[in-house]
């Protein structure tokens, strides 16, 4: 089912916006072509599409890992395409969670937190106050004293997730928060996205390859394919979409 407090109206400006941005590699092979959206204050926002459409070249161009060949990135208005990844990260507080393990796997949970918590943050209560909220918050109290290796799949995304939540971010940037886990390990992902909307007022955009998971998380969604955005909108309209259900979804998936 679609999640339960979908937001449907927002009534502040857009957060972030992407106006018309490109982005071509090696033999001028174009990866997207004017790819244009805008995600609100507190959504969850579904970035959808087959193997190599450009999902995690569009995220790397949003962080500043890659330039943007035409159009503009902005964040609260101003635009962001010149400035590098350090700025993007402190002033406009994106934090990233890539597809792969994003921890030190010879350290501990606790320890894991705790060496973001001393780079990013300089008062030590604070940084203590901040390292047992997560470990409570994303349920891994329990498993605090386990080093990073022997955890599993779900555990350590949400170890992975609580790394970037350090800084209390404003933009969450989600690369394939379900692959490879156990339906348990999903629904718990993605419970924790949810309370994050509703509890932090985080924008989250992610992307994902289990398409039912991802529609029943997002309040919106844009569809690319073939570098272009074929389809956008909630996850309703996005499945009756008839180019959607053509060239990405199929014609029997339901939500």
């Known amino acids: 089912m679609i999640k339960k407090f979908r937001i449907i109206r927002f009534k502040t400006k857009p957060i972030l916006?992407?106006?018309?941005?490109?982005?071509?590699?090696?033999?001028?092979?174009?990866?997207l072509n004017q790819i244009s959206f805008h995600v609100?204050?507190?959504?969850?926002?579904?970035?959808?599409?087959?193997?190599?459409?450009?999902?995690?070249?569009?995220?790397?161009?949003i962080l500043g890992v890659l330039?943007?060949?035409?159009?503009?990135?902005?964040?609260?208005?101003?635009?962001?395409?010149?400035?590098?990844?350090?700025?993007r990260c402190e002033n406009y507080k994106i934090s990233y969670v890539p597809q792969n393990s994003a921890c030190f796997l010879g350290l501990k949970v606790e320890e894991n937190l705790q060496a973001i918590?001393?780079?990013?943050?300089?008062?030590?209560?604070?940084?203590k106050e901040i390292v047992q909220e997560l470990l409570t918050k994303?349920?891994?109290?329990?498993?605090?004293?386990?080093?990073?290796?022997l955890?599993?799949?779900?555990?350590?995304?949400?170890?992975?997730?609580?790394?970037?939540?350090?800084?209390?971010?404003?933009?969450?940037?989600?690369?394939?928060p379900f692959s490879a886990l156990d339906p348990l390990s999903v629904e718990t992902i993605?419970?924790?996205?949810?309370?994050?909307?509703?509890?932090?007022?985080?924008?989250t955009i992610l992307s994902d390859h289990n398409i039912s998971s991802t529609l029943v998380?997002?309040?919106?969604?844009?569809?690319?394919?073939?570098?272009?955005?074929?389809?956008?909108?909630?996850?309703?309209?996005?499945?009756?979409?008839?180019l959607a259900k053509q060239l990405y979804f199929g014609s029997d998936l339901t939500i």
């Open 117 to 127: 918590s001393e780079i990013k943050i300089k008062d030590k209560i604070k940084r």
């Open 67 to 87: 330039p943007v060949d035409s159009g503009k990135i902005t964040i609260n208005g101003e635009t962001i395409n010149s400035f590098p990844i350090h700025v």
């Open 151 to 176: 955890l599993s799949g779900g555990e350590r995304r949400r170890l992975s997730i609580g790394m970037a939540l350090v800084t209390k971010p404003s933009i969450l940037l989600l690369d394939e």
């Open 17 to 31: 916006q992407a106006k018309q941005i490109s982005k071509s590699f090696a033999s001028n092979r174009l990866v």
């Open 40 to 61: 609100n204050r507190g959504e969850i926002f579904g970035v959808l599409g087959p193997n190599g459409c450009g999902k995690t070249t569009l995220f790397n161009m």
């Open 190 to 203: 993605r419970k924790i996205i949810s309370d994050l909307q509703q509890q932090s007022g985080i924008s």
């Open 138 to 149: 994303l349920g891994l109290e329990n498993i605090k004293h386990t080093k990073a290796h």
């Open 217 to 242: 998380s997002v309040d919106r969604a844009i569809l690319i394919s073939n570098s272009l955005v074929i389809a956008e909108g909630r996850p309703r309209e996005l499945v009756n979409n008839k």
